[in-house]
T-cell receptor, first 112, second 115 residues
């Protein structure tokens, strides 16, 4: 079945450091891929998405590229801020299905 | 800025009591999801509806949980009787689509504590 694997956290960085959070997936067909972010005490917010191979999703300085050859959708940001501290979830949505399959989440802590 | 709303935001109750959580999906969205989040299990899909009809409730404990959509603007999740192991954050999400929902929009959640 479909599944998502993301790196264990927490990821601890200093402000302005480069961020990578790895995400790989297993799926049949051509899923859509998502990154959601959850700030403390809040619900999940869509950060970015990509719906086909080689698409790059981007938002608020974050980027992720849909790599079908490596079944990956790694999240990157060139310079993190303290306000980026949150839990990041990678997710996939199979073709013609409604269900999102989530990874376990990666907590990011950014210190000044 | 359209948002999913959930009430209450926090609920503390005693074991055996009935709990009702409410969700107002984004206007125009025809699909509503209920999730539960715990440290141990992460995010679990409990049930979801399309056009107010239940499509999948396989993730929901049938003996004590029930989910309904009385109308297009209200979804409810009830637990009766509640147990301490039901303590979690419950999220509602909504989306639209006919061949499958592409993007889900989440509410702020209801934090349930069962003593």
């Amino acid at each position: 079945g479909n599944s998502v694997t993301q790196m264990e956290g927490p990821v601890t960085l200093s402000e302005e450091a480069f961020l990578t959070i790895n995400c790989t997936y297993t799926a049949t067909g051509y899923p859509s891929l998502f990154w959601y972010v959850q700030y403390p005490g809040e619900g999940l917010q869509l950060l970015l998405k990509a719906t086909k191979a080689d698409d790059k999703g981007s938002n608020k300085g974050f980027e992720a590229t849909y790599r079908k050859e490596t079944t990956s959708f790694h999240l990157e940001k060139g310079s993190v801020q303290v306000s980026d501290s949150a839990v990041y979830f990678c997710a996939l949505n199979g073709q013609n299905t409604d269900k999102l399959i989530f990874g376990t989440g990666t907590r990011l802590q950014v210190f000044p | 800025d359209a948002r999913v709303t959930q009430t209450p935001r926090d609920k503390v109750t005693e074991m055996g009591q009935e709990v009702t959580m409410r969700c107002q999906p984004i206007l125009g969205h025809n699909t509503v999801f209920w999730y539960r989040q715990t440290m141990k299990q992460g995010l679990e899909l409990l049930a979801y509806f399309r056009n107010r009809a239940p499509l999948d409730d396989s993730g929901m404990p049938k003996d004590r949980f029930s989910a309904e959509m009385p109308d297009a603007t209200l979804a409810t999740l009830k637990i009766q009787p509640s147990e301490p192991r039901d303590s979690a954050v419950y999220f509602c999400a909504s989306g639209s689509g006919t061949g499958g929902v592409d993007t889900q929009y989440f509410g702020p959640g209801t934090r349930l504590t069962v003593l």
